[in-house]
C-alpha cells in the first residue's frame, strides 16, 4: 500500500528524530544547504548514484528537528519506490494530507524517476502547498532546459559528489585538522592518501575488502549506464557501456571523437550523442582547452574526467602504478567541489598543463605530478608551467606532488610545490 511505502521511508515519525544509521558522515554541503532556508526557493540536490544525496537530505532534516521542527512535519519520497513512483500526483498528496494536513517540509528523492514531475513541483511550490522543498536527482536531466524553462526563478542547485579526502578522514575517525596535529601526524596522512586514491570515496565502498569494493562499483557502474543512460535516454547498453569503458580508461587524457568513433566503429555523432549522456549521468565531466579566444577552445579537443577514483579504478583498462593519473582525478574533483571552472593548457613542443582553474577573474595553473625527483620530470613540469606563465601572463603556479613540498623562482616566476593531502585539506 502506498501509506505503507510512505512510512517506511520516514522512519524519524515513529523515534522522533533521524535515526543515527541515516546520518552518516557529515557532508561539507549540508552546512551551506542550511543556510539557504532563508530562500523559498525549491533545493535541488544533484549528483551520481550512489553519492550520498539521501543522506544529505536525512542531516537537513536532521538539522531541523534539533532547530525544534517537529519530526512529524518533515516527510521524504523516494520515487525508486516502486508504490510511490507509481501512484499519481493526486494519490500522494491525498496520502500525505491524511498523514499530516500540516506537512510543512518535503523532500522528493531520485525525483527524475517520475514523469512530469517539473510541473507538480512547480504548482507545489506557486500554491505554497509546503514551506520548503527539495528534490534530489541523480541525472542532469533535473537540471534540463524543460526544468529551467518550468521552474525559472524558483529554485537553486547544489552538487554533490562521493567523499572528499576530508570526510573520507573522518569516516576513518579523524577529528583534528588544524596545522599542527596534520603535521605530526603525516605519516597516518599519507597512508590514508594512498588508500583514498585506490578507494575512492563513494560512503557504500568503504570499509570494504578490495574484492567487495570492486563489486560494489562495477555493480554501481552497471546500473548508471542502465538506469541513467539506457532506461532514461533509450541507449543501447552495448554501445553505451563500450564508450564509458573508453572515457574512464582514458580520464584525463585528451579525446577525439573521430578516435573513438573508429576505435568503436560507430558514428561519430553517435559518439558524442553517448558522451553526452554519460556526463548527465554524472558518470564523466568534460574540460576544454583554455584560451582568450572562444574559437580556440571550440576547435581543440576535451578532456574527460571520471567521478571517483575508486571507480576507475574498478573499471577502467590499467598498466602498472597509475598514482599520478589518480592524483590528477583527485585534484579534478576537488575543484569540482570547490566550484571552480577547469580547463587545460597546451602550447608548442608538448608542453601542457593540467589544469587552468578560473574562479571569478583570476587564473590559477596547476600541474599534478607523484614525484619531482626525477631531474628530467622536474623539468618538464616546471618548464610547462613556465611557458603557460608566460603565455598568460601570470607570476606562479603550483605543482601538486606526492609527498614534495617547497618552491623555487626562474626569471621572477614562481613555482610552489605542495603535496597532495595538504591541499586537499586547506
Not at 571552472?341 to 608548442?348: A, H, P, S, T, V
Request: with cysteine.
Amino acid at each position: 500500500m502506498l501509506e505503507d511505502s510512505i512510512r517506511a521511508w520516514n522512519p524519524w515519525w515513529a523515534e522522533n528524530g533521524v535515526p543515527d544509521m541515516l546520518k552518516g558522515i557529515k557532508r561539507a554541503g549540508t552546512k551551506k544547504l542550511f543556510k539557504s532556508l532563508d530562500l523559498r526557493h525549491i533545493k535541488d540536490i544533484i549528483g551520481v548514484r550512489r553519492c550520498g544525496k539521501t543522506t544529505v537530505m536525512h542531516q537537513i532534516m536532521d538539522e531541523l528537528i534539533c532547530d525544534g521542527i517537529s519530526a512529524k512535519d518533515i516527510i521524504l519520497l523516494n520515487f525508486d519506490d516502486f508504490e510511490i513512483n507509481n501512484a499519481s500526483f493526486e494519490q500522494i498528496l491525498k496520502e500525505i494530507y491524511k498523514i499530516n494536513p500540516d506537512m510543512q517540509y518535503i523532500f522528493l528523492d531520485e525525483i527524475q524517476q517520475k514523469n512530469s514531475w517539473e510541473q507538480w513541483v512547480r504548482t507545489l511550490y506557486d500554491t505554497m502547498k509546503f514551506r520548503q522543498i527539495f528534490v534530489s536527482g541523480s541525472s542532469s536531466s533535473v537540471l534540463s532546459s524543460d526544468m529551467s524553462r518550468v521552474l525559472t526563478g524558483r529554485h537553486i542547485s547544489f552538487e554533490t559528489y562521493p567523499f572528499s579526502f576530508a570526510e573520507y578522514l573522518r569516516y576513518h575517525g579523524w577529528i583534528r585538522f588544524d596545522r599542527d596535529f596534520l603535521a605530526a601526524n603525516k605519516a597516518k596522512i599519507l597512508h590514508y592518501q594512498k588508500k583514498y586514491l585506490e578507494d575512492g570515496g563513494f560512503p557504500e565502498t568503504l570499509g570494504r575488502s578490495d574484492a567487495e569494493r570492486k563489486e560494489v562499483l562495477t555493480n554501481l557502474f552497471n546500473d548508471i549506464i542502465a538506469r541513467d543512460v539506457v532506461s532514461r535516454q533509450g541507449a543501447d547498453p552495448d554501445i553505451a557501456k563500450k564508450v564509458a569503458y573508453y572515457i574512464i580508461s582514458n580520464s584525463g587524457k585528451e579525446f577525439s571523437l573521430r578516435r573513438i568513433a573508429d576505435s568503436l566503429g560507430i558514428a561519430v555523432g553517435t559518439v558524442s550523442k553517448y558522451i553526452s549522456y554519460l556526463n548527465e549521468s554524472f558518470m564523466t565531466f568534460e574540460t576544454g582547452l583554455f584560451s582568450h579566444k572562444l574559437s580556440m577552445q571550440f576547435r581543440h579537443n576535451k578532456k574527460a574526467y571520471c567521478i571517483d577514483t575508486g571507480l576507475m579504478n574498478s573499471v577502467a583498462f590499467k598498466c602498472g602504478r597509475e598514482t599520478g593519473r589518480q592524483m590528477e582525478l583527485a585534484v579534478f574533483l576537488e575543484l569540482k567541489r570547490r566550484g571552480r571552472e577547469i580547463y587545460y593548457w597546451k602550447g608548442e613542443k608538448q608542453k601542457e598543463v593540467d589544469f587552468v582553474v578560473r574562479d571569478g577573474g583570476e587564473l590559477e595553473l596547476m600541474q599534478v605530478c607523484a614525484s619531482v625527483e626525477d631531474a628530467g620530470t622536474r623539468e618538464r613540469e616546471t618548464s610547462s608551467l613556465l611557458s603557460a606563465m608566460e603565455s598568460l601572463g601570470l607570476r606562479g603556479g603550483t605543482i601538486i606532488t606526492e609527498d614534495h613540498e617547497g618552491s623555487e623562482t626562474t626569471n621572477g616566476k614562481e613555482i610552489c610545490f605542495i603535496p597532495l593531502w595538504k591541499w586537499l585539506l586547506k
